[in-house]
């Protein structure tokens, strides 16, 4: 017997043992603005009502400084694994694949104190979004 | 005797594994629905928070902004189809929310309101390579 019909009758003989299985998976979360409403904001011109008009509301809001940021989030995730197991010997063996693509992102839109664009980024909002604090306290305030 | 008919035998696997196929579909959704007709009657310059409290409810989140605020509220929609094919799962999820920020002055005065209405474009969507 040649080492190709081998390996073939090896194969054979071993996917007739073994229980192979996979899924795929998607999930959406929310849309992605329409890019030509994000390019209508203007930065040191638009307001928070122009953006909220322009890509309505946002998935989050958070005070930073003294002013705020507003924040859009999409996701559109794909994963895959193909698990195969198979007796070897007098033991399980168990083999897994998996795939995933992952694209969660984002695009936040800083403000200053008088709510006027400062800022615009687009990336992952993992990395964009301002850590969340406790509110300030707005007593000893001079600009609000 | 076994008959050795090659058509005979798939049609027998199939038979055999269709029982052992199914698909599910599922819909959740979270927080009441907002009526598009209510988020209009809030108008910025003229309507106070106790508007917006007497159309919406309480709002599922209160964000301070200094002596400002803004108010969320959010009706979530996810729609779950699923399909088992023996060895071979295909799942997708699709959410989807309607959602309406409403930003108040220092007196309770309705200053902004932003709205987005996508609940109902949430799909069932099993998934294809």
Not at chain 1, 30 to 56: C, I, K, M, N, Y
Request: charged fraction near 20%; glycine fraction near 8%.
């Amino acid at each position: 017997m040649t080492c190709a019909r081998t390996a073939a009758a090896l194969a054979a003989a071993l996917l007739g043992a073994a229980c192979v299985d996979g899924d795929y998976n998607r999930s959406r979360v929310f849309q992605e603005p329409l890019p030509e409403r994000v390019d209508a904001l203007a930065v040191g011109t638009s307001d928070v009502s122009d953006a909220l008009e322009h890509l309505g509301a946002p998935v989050h809001v958070i005070e930073v400084g003294l002013g705020l940021a507003l924040a859009w989030g999409w996701a559109d995730v794909t994963d895959w694994n193909i698990e195969v197991s198979a007796p070897i010997g007098d033991a399980q063996g168990n083999f897994r694949f998996t795939s995933t693509d992952t694209t969660t992102e984002g695009l936040v839109l800083f403000f200053g104190p008088d709510w006027r664009l400062t800022a615009l980024r687009r990336g992952y909002l993992g990395d964009l979004l301002p850590r969340r604090q406790l509110p300030r306290d707005v007593e000893d305030e001079l600009v609000d | 005797m076994i008959d050795t008919n090659p058509l005979l035998r798939a049609g027998l696997a199939l038979a055999l594994a269709l029982p052992l196929a199914g698909c599910f579909l599922s819909r959740s959704t979270a927080n009441p629905v907002l009526p598009p007709e209510a988020v209009a009657q809030i108008v910025p310059g003229q309507s106070t928070a106790d508007d917006v409290t007497r159309l919406l409810g309480a709002p599922n989140e209160v964000v301070q902004l200094g002596r400002r605020s803004a108010w969320r509220y959010e009706h979530t929609v996810e729609k779950q189809a699923a399909a088992f094919l023996i060895l071979l799962g295909l799942r997708g999820v699709d959410t989807q929310s309607d959602r309406v920020w409403v930003f108040f002055d220092e007196a309770d005065n309705v200053l902004h309101v932003g709205t987005l209405f996508q609940a109902s474009e949430a799909d069932y969507d099993v998934p294809v390579f």
